[in-house]
């Protein structure tokens, strides 16, 4: 069975920054892009940040300059490293993978969510 934990998120002062790890496990053959998204009360989940396994990235215009997200494919992790805060980005950030797994004999390609991690930016 394949799991994605996330993990770093809390509270933190406008202007502050914060790490999000995910990690995901499983029988997992192959990840191919990894991507954060956050949902905000009362909002649609957006798309963050998102990152290939040829790590070409693309960014929400609202955090470009300000967020990097990265991944360490032999840890099968993804990063994203939040800089210069804004109450705007308070929000449940979820995790999201794109990857093919091992079930039974076979081989099969899913996207797969975190259970999400709250980030709050408030003084």
């Known amino acids: 069975q394949v799991q994605l934990v996330e993990s770093g998120g809390g509270l933190v002062q406008p202007g502050g920054s914060l790490r999000l790890s995910c990690v995901a496990s499983?029988?997992?053959?192959?990840?191919?892009?990894m991507a954060w998204y956050r949902q905000a009360p009362g909002k649609e989940r957006e798309l963050v940040a998102r990152?290939?396994?040829?790590?070409?990235?693309n960014y929400a215009d609202s955090v470009k300059g300000r967020f990097t997200i990265s991944r360490d494919n032999a840890k099968k992790t993804v990063y994203l490293q939040m800089n210069s805060l804004k109450p705007e980005d308070t929000a449940v950030y979820y995790c999201?993978?794109?990857?093919?797994?091992?079930?039974?004999?076979?081989?099969?390609?899913?996207?797969?969510w975190g259970q999400g991690t709250q980030i709050t930016v408030s003084s």
């Open positions: 999201n993978a794109d990857l093919k797994y091992l079930s039974g004999l076979r081989f099969y390609t899913s996207d797969y």
């Open positions: 499983g029988n997992i053959f192959r990840i191919n892009a």
């Open positions: 990152i290939t396994s040829a790590d070409s990235t």
